[in-house]
């Protein structure tokens, strides 16, 4: 699930990059449009400038030949400086351009040969001999003007379609980013959704496990723990909340020194010392419980990690103390049953099914002259007997009971 998350953050990332890129991308044309337009006013300002400047000065210069004014001979020479500097700037708009130059050349060529004929015009007062040849280059001047505006034009167009283009399939890349990323969006949430529903049963699958082990727990006939390395418990089942005298969710958290009577903890901690040490403890011990004391057989297992650390240990404690009374009172019964049988002049002896012997009270050891040690649990009551003695006993048995006897431990 976290890698997941994470592979669907990265791959967020990438489209968010790649959509800042295609919007970086389309700003720079849509700048590279405003910078190309500006560019192409400018250019069409100069030529506008460059046509207004002749004609004002054509106009001066016949003014001039008509008056001899000389005012109106400054204003021709003053326009034609200025068409000189225009047809200069428009060179410097249109530097950068390699198919202007050729026009570029042939204006710079056209008005070389009309400004000085219009000067000298001015000057000379002919400006009606040289009319016809003025009107012709004149033409040849503007007509080169007008085609340096319309490859302006042309230019500009084909670039302007150039920049359609590669917005329309920035949009296309955009849009498809966008949708890239609404797929992975709807697939990422399907899918914490799906993750949500596994994790909600799994969630209560875990919580009626543990209701079942929890009652298996409770069931048990002994109390049941489980301590982490620094003695809070963890779990423990409703036998030792009772006997520590404390609610179970009181106790999980709690230290053990914390739960239990200061003396309890102090005749159990030798062990808790030893267990958090990595060794098995077992061992059967009185405890101090409701003012009195009861037995109890503990077994403490360390519980490690993968590297060999403890992490904690499983207590199980069985009361026995009803077990030591019971025992108690067998060995009164039994020591009473043996002084009665060591007390007889008689000598029993008992077996068990295989025919070895289980008791020698103390007339038998005066009659036989063996130990009990020496023969309970070890041999039958066949070595007492000589074997032709037992033979012969079983034929005798043989006769009086109408069918075969076998000597053995039963003649």
Not at 282 to 304: K, N, T
Request: net charge neutral; charged share 25%.
């Amino acid at each position: 699930m976290e890698r997941i998350i994470h592979f669907c953050f990265l791959l967020a990332a990438l489209i968010v990059v790649g959509m800042g890129v295609l919007l970086y991308d389309s700003l720079s044309q849509g700048h590279g449009v405003t910078v190309r337009l500006h560019q192409v006013n400018k250019i069409f300002d100069v030529v506008h400038r460059i046509r207004d400047n002749y004609i004002d000065a054509e106009k001066a210069a016949y003014k001039y030949a008509a008056s001899d004014n000389p005012a109106d001979h400054a204003e021709s020479a003053l326009r034609l400086n200025e068409v000189n500097a225009d047809i200069v700037a428009l060179g410097a708009l249109l530097h950068r351009n390699a198919g202007q130059a050729p026009r570029l050349r042939q204006l710079t060529a056209a008005f070389a040969k009309l400004d000085p004929m219009l000067r000298a015009s001015q000057i000379a007062g002919q400006v009606d001999t040289a009319a016809a040849l003025a009107i012709q280059r004149r033409q040849d001047f503007f007509d080169v003007v007008s085609e340096i505006s319309n490859s302006t034009l042309r230019d500009f167009g084909h670039f302007d379609e150039t920049t359609r283009d590669h917005f329309r399939a920035t949009l296309v890349k955009l849009a498809s980013l966008v949708a890239i990323g609404l797929l992975i969006l709807v697939a990422v949430y399907l899918h914490i959704l799906w993750q949500f529903r596994v994790h909600k049963r799994l969630e209560a699958q875990q919580k009626e496990s543990d209701e079942l082990l929890r009652l298996a727990v409770d069931s048990v006939d002994g109390m049941i723990i489980y301590v982490d390395r620094n003695r809070r418990y963890k779990f423990c089942n409703k036998a030792y909340s009772q006997y520590a005298g404390h609610d179970r969710e009181a106790m999980v958290g709690a230290t053990m020194q914390q739960m239990l009577d200061k003396e309890v903890y102090r005749q159990i901690e030798p062990y808790l010392d030893r267990v958090l040490a990595g060794q098995e403890v077992r061992l059967e011990h009185p405890l101090l419980a409701d003012g009195s004391f009861m037995e109890v057989r503990a077994c403490l297992i360390p519980h490690f990690d993968g590297k060999g650390q403890v992490q904690g240990f499983f207590g199980q404690f069985t009361d026995i103390t009803e077990y030591r009374r019971k025992e108690a009172l067998l060995l009164e019964k039994t020591s009473f049953q043996r002084a009665i049988l060591d007390s007889a002049r008689i000598s029993i002896i008992t077996t068990d099914r295989e025919g070895i012997i289980r008791s020698f009270n103390v007339g038998a050891e005066h009659m036989l002259g063996y130990r009990a040690g020496e023969l309970v649990g070890k041999v039958s009551p066949a070595c007492f007997h000589e074997e032709q003695e037992c033979r012969q006993r079983a034929r005798t048995l043989s006769i009086e009971l109408g069918k075969p006897v076998e000597p053995g431990i039963d003649v």
